[in-house]
T-cell receptor
Framework: GNSVTQMEGPVTLSEEAFLTINCTYTATGYPSPFWYVQYPGEGLQLLLKATKADDKGSNKGFEATYRKETTSFHLEKGSVQVSDSAVYFC?????????????FGTGTRLTIIP | SAVISQKPSRDICQRGTSLTIQCQVDSQVTMMFWYRQQPGQSLTLIATANQGSEATYESGFVIDKFPISRPNLTFSTLTVSNMSPEDSSIYLCSFPQPTGTYNEQFFGPGTRLTVL
């Protein structure tokens, strides 16, 4: 089956630092990758996604490019803020249509200090 | 986007008892998923619940332990039966909804279960 390997946490950064959270996967077929975020006390919400190879998803200053050759979907942000403190999950949809089950990575807890 | 709610938001239960978690969506959805997030771990799919058919369980999960009901297109329940401390987790429901040309999955806020 599919699997997602995500950078272990926790990660602590100072405000305005550069962020990278690595995510690689193994899958068959034509999967689609996602990043979900879980802010303290809130539910899981979609941060960004990509639907085909070399797509770049972006939202709230975060970006991730779907690299099929390296089966990766690393999350980046150029200048993090305290409000970005959350748990970030990389996930994979098997067929790319979005209505199948998702396979999740282990999650990375990010803390930004002022 | 649709609104999805879960009840209860949290509970503390005794070993050997059962808890039923409710998931309510404010629009009709055909497919719903139930996930478990054990402490410090990732989300794992328990089952897929389509209205009008039996739920499909993932490897390692069985209907006797996690019975699911899906009486209509806006509601589902997951029961955690004969609980043990190992069942302490956050349980989440989700559903896909079209956003443009793609389906996006929306998640409920989760039910935090502690079994003593």
């Amino acid at each position: 089956g599919n699997s997602v390997t995500q950078m272990e946490g926790p990660v602590t950064l100072s405000e305005e630092a550069f962020l990278t959270i690595n995510c690689t996967y193994t899958a068959t077929g034509y999967p689609s990758p996602f990043w979900y975020v879980q802010y303290p006390g809130e539910g899981l919400q979609l941060l960004l996604k990509a639907t085909k190879a070399d797509d770049k998803g972006s939202n709230k200053g975060f970006e991730a490019t779907y690299r099929k050759e390296t089966t990766s979907f690393h999350l980046e942000k150029g200048s993090v803020q305290v409000s970005d403190s959350a748990v970030y999950f990389c996930a994979l949809s098997a067929l790319g249509f979005g209505n199948e089950k998702l396979t999740f990575g282990t999650g990375t807890r990010l803390t930004i200090i002022p | 986007s649709a609104v999805i709610s879960q009840k209860p938001s949290r509970d503390i239960c005794q070993r050997g008892t059962s808890l039923t978690i409710q998931c309510q969506v404010d629009s009709q959805v055909t497919m719903m998923f139930w996930y478990r997030q054990q402490p410090g771990q990732s989300l794992t799919l328990i089952a897929t619940a389509n209205q009008g058919s039996e739920a499909t369980y993932e490897s390692g999960f069985v209907i006797d332990k996690f019975p699911i009901s899906r009486p209509n297109l806006t509601f589902s329940t997951l029961t955690v039966s004969n609980m043990s401390p190992e069942d302490s987790s956050i349980y989440l429901c989700s559903f896909p909804q079209p956003t443009g040309t793609y389906n996006e999955q929306f998640f409920g806020p989760g039910t935090r279960l502690t079994v003593l």
